[in-house]
């Protein structure tokens, strides 16, 4: 789920480790933090969605903006099976359900949902998919469902912190009701007004940062008085 590393003392580092495997074992909700680019930032989301090798596979959800499709599908494919019962792709607009049915026939792509509407039926079309995973998989286990959220800004720009407060509050708690693991990407400051706003909502807050054309991460967990290091991002999941 995160990269590996320490923290400086051993016993940090052991700390560290435990409060990751805890959120793995519960369920978690994580707030993605800092501006960097969007392959960036895919990257950092890919490693969250889960090992393409893990077995069995997670059952894996991207909800993205339209602009956003082909960055989800992306990670999609990286993370594991591209079939309707390990892999949803949920979308807005019209422009994208055009996208969706004009996609050649002989291209292996997730199942796409289109959401044309309000934010209601956004969460109830998750509500869904979270559902029929939870069939397929004939009840989830711990870490088996992941989701990347990648709409916060649209929600707010669209329908005020009020909704969009309300919406997340609704959608963890569908999440740890299956004891997934899900983020929700925010690219504004870590010490920003509305970054700290949501914090009490999430379990753990991954601040991003570039440095020296490197990709770093930093956890900050809300229910202990633990900070990481400043950590490289990889693919160990």
Not at 74 to 80: A, D, I, K, P, V
Not at 157 to 170: I, N, Q, V
Not at 176 to 191: I, K, M, T
Request: aromatic share 8%.
């Amino acid at each position: 789920m995160v990269a590996g590393g320490g923290m400086g003392p051993d016993d940090e580092g052991v700390s560290f480790a435990h409060a990751l495997a805890t959120l793995k074992e519960q369920g978690s909700a994580l707030l993605v933090v800092g501006s960097v680019p969007e392959e960036m930032f895919a990257d950092a989301s890919a490693t969250m969605l889960g090992d393409p090798s893990a077995d069995p596979p997670r059952r894996r959800l991207v909800v993205t903006p339209e602009p956003n499709q082909v960055n989800g599908v992306s990670r999609l494919r990286e993370t594991g099976p591209l079939s309707s019962e390990y892999a949803r792709l949920v979308t807005r607009g019209e422009a994208a359900r055009s996208a969706a049915a004009d996609r050649p026939l002989d291209q292996v792509s997730p199942r796409t949902h289109v959401v044309d509407g309000t934010v209601y039926e956004l969460g109830s079309t998750i509500a869904e998919v979270i559902d029929e995973f939870d069939l397929f998989a004939g009840g989830l286990a711990p870490a088996e469902f992941r989701m990347a959220f990648d709409c916060l800004p649209t929600l707010l720009s669209t329908y005020g912190r009020e909704a969009a407060f309300r919406f997340l509050h609704l959608t963890i708690a569908q999440a740890r009701a299956v004891s997934g693991l899900v983020h929700f990407r925010l690219p504004r400051a870590l010490d920003s007004e509305i970054v700290r706003l949501f914090q009490p909502l999430f379990d753990a807050t991954v601040e991003l940062r570039i440095d020296g054309g490197n990709l770093d991460q930093r956890w900050h967990f809300r229910d202990r008085d633990l900070t990481s290091d400043w950590l490289p991002i990889d693919r160990s999941t």
